[in-house]
């Protein structure tokens, strides 16, 4: 007799399927850097993501919303965050207001929805962070398989979460225990989210219809918790420390191609020390930090090695676009010492933070972190492998065109051949906000009509062309030739008045028409921690 939990994530033999629309299937990953892994100039072994890049695409302006809830509202709606109700967490609403709703709100629709309603099964595993608990769940928002938490914080069966609870699990909107029979007591949540993701993939086969299927990791967020035996793999191997390895990470991206040479490695940060300054002991603690964060990384990727071999033995893997990105830049919160509480380190008892000194590490060449508009917040990789929709001599080039995360929905639109609505039970929609990316799978160029605008807790920025203006809250306005100048490094607002002021307009009015209210919460220092 089988096991409901082998039911659960057994794959379903090979079926023809429809050729003609492929499958989309989108990761993301949760507090990953720029540069974390191999094939963005990473030390830590992604063997997996490297080879979808060598076959696929690697894009090198793709930007997030610089924080979780609104980075997911951005991918899931094509929308700016607060034109989704999503301008911030969704724990924060605002009374009166149509951008801090704490859920996805009426008058934006899903990519569950549309592909849905186009013939698409859609699923959705890992962290939903998206209003379940105000009203919009997932299983209400077009998907119709779900295995998720709410919230994340989600690695372990029974793991008791920060807040003092129980960690939630729902399979298609009913709660189950994560340690109870459907699931065992055995699992780490890489393997889980993919192996529900391949059993539907399995499902979709069998009835012979293309699918959308949303993989949400919640690592590599904190708490920190991995298997001990794949921490201890890495033990030991960053013992060289964040200024030797910045230097390294900055070197092969630029060796790569995927940086300008001429763009220099931004400066280590006055309250980040140097590696040498520091004693043994924590040297040692660092190193521990470091190795819990890389077995995390190690172990999505081969969870992502594990759904590309099901994908192949379903037949399904040459038409099937992977797109594989983060929600925001590396994680600074924690201050330059990060949090080891709890033993043993990395298990789920215990409460561990990376903090500002490994994050500056995540980012490079970039500088700030998550919260913030500068780089270092909003650059994430995206890796997009599609054997059958990217051309053979595309296969492991860069994709230069800047690129954001409200493009996503678009692309899955076109490739669905079906059409974005313009109502959703009879509430009037907001236009999509991005434009599709499939011209950069045949080496076209993406072309933009509008500027891109990112808006978090105060801190903004627009990108234009070549242009970006960038505030930290409550700062100035700062311009930068990103062209010449990726890195930040050159404040050129007193030189170029008259692009300032235009590009303030754009923004002025971008704000007005997205629901972008003005921020009302105190300034946060530079690792994130709200400050009087």
């Known amino acids: 007799m089988i096991s409901r939990r082998r039911m659960l994530f057994m794959p379903l033999a090979a079926a023809a399927q429809p050729a003609q629309r492929p499958n989309v299937v989108v990761i993301l990953v949760d507090d990953m850097g720029f540069s974390d892994i191999g094939c963005y100039g990473g030390e830590i072994p992604t063997p997996n993501l490297d080879k979808l890049a060598a076959n696929g695409l690697r894009f090198t302006q793709f930007y997030n919303m610089a924080r979780c809830s609104p980075s997911r509202a951005a991918l899931m709606t094509g929308l700016y965050p607060h034109n989704a109700g999503m301008g911030h967490l969704d724990n924060l609403i605002r009374e009166n207001s149509r951008g801090y709703t704490g859920k996805l709100s009426e008058e934006c629709v899903t990519i ?101 299927q949303y993989i949400a990791h919640n690592g590599p967020h904190f708490p920190l918790m991995a298997p001990q035996e794949d921490i201890a793999r890495f033990r030991g191997a960053f013992k060289a420390g964040w200024d030797k390895l910045r230097l390294e990470r900055h070197a092969r991206q630029k060796k790569m191609g995927l940086l300008d040479p001429k763009w220099p490695l931004t400066e280590r940060p006055p309250d980040v020390p140097a590696w040498d300054s520091l004693d043994e002991k924590a040297r040692d603690r660092f190193d521990h930090i470091m190795a819990i964060y890389a077995a995390i990384l190690s172990r999505i990727d081969r969870s992502i090695g594990t759904l590309v071999e099901g994908l192949d033995k379903l037949g399904v893997l040459d038409n099937t676009l992977i797109l594989f990105m983060s929600d925001n830049g590396g994680n600074a919160e924690s201050g330059p010492n990060g949090t080891t509480v709890g033993s043993p380190l990395g298990g789920p008892t215990s409460n561990v933070f990376l903090g500002m000194n490994w994050a500056t590490l ?74 599709s990316l499939t011209p950069a799978f045949a080496g076209k160029r993406i072309k933009r009509r509008d500027p891109l605008f990112l808006f978090h807790e105060g801190n903004r920025c627009v990108r234009d062309g070549k242009w970006k203006l960038v505030m930290k809250y409550t700062g100035e306005w700062e311009l930068y030739d990103i062209d010449a100048d990726r890195t930040e490094l050159r404040n050129l607002a ?39």
């Open 112 to 212: 569950a929805e549309v592909l849905g309603n186009a013939g698409y099964l859609t699923g959705m595993t890992g962290k939903w962070h998206l209003g379940q608990q105000n009203g919009t769940p997932p299983w209400k928002r077009g998907f119709q398989h779900a295995l998720n938490s709410p919230f994340g914080e989600s690695y372990f069966p029974g793991q008791m979460q920060r807040s003092g609870q129980r960690l939630r699990l729902f399979h298609n909107g009913k709660e189950i225990a994560s340690d109870g029979p459907e699931l065992g007591d055995k699992w780490y949540s890489p393997d889980l989210w993919t192996g529900y993701a391949l059993r539907f993939a399995g499902e979709a086969v069998k009835q012979n219809k293309p699918f959308f």
């Open 362 to 435: 995540n980012n490079t060449p970039f500088r700030r972190y998550k919260h913030f508009t500068h780089e270092g917040g909003i650059a994430t990789p995206l890796v997009a492998h599609w054997p059958r929709g990217i051309a053979a001599n595309r296969r492991g080039k860069f994709v230069h065109d800047p690129a954001h995360l409200v493009d996503i929905m678009p692309t899955a639109v076109e490739l669905a051949k079906t059409n974005y609505p313009a109502t959703r039970n009879g509430h009037k929609i907001h236009p999509a906000a991005g434009v």
């Open 494 to 532: 007193s030189a170029n008045p008259r692009i300032v002021k235009a590009l303030t307009a754009r923004w002025d009015e971008w704000a007005a028409r997205t629901y972008a209210e003005p921020w009302i919460g105190p300034p946060r220092n530079d690792w994130g921690a709200e400050t009087k």
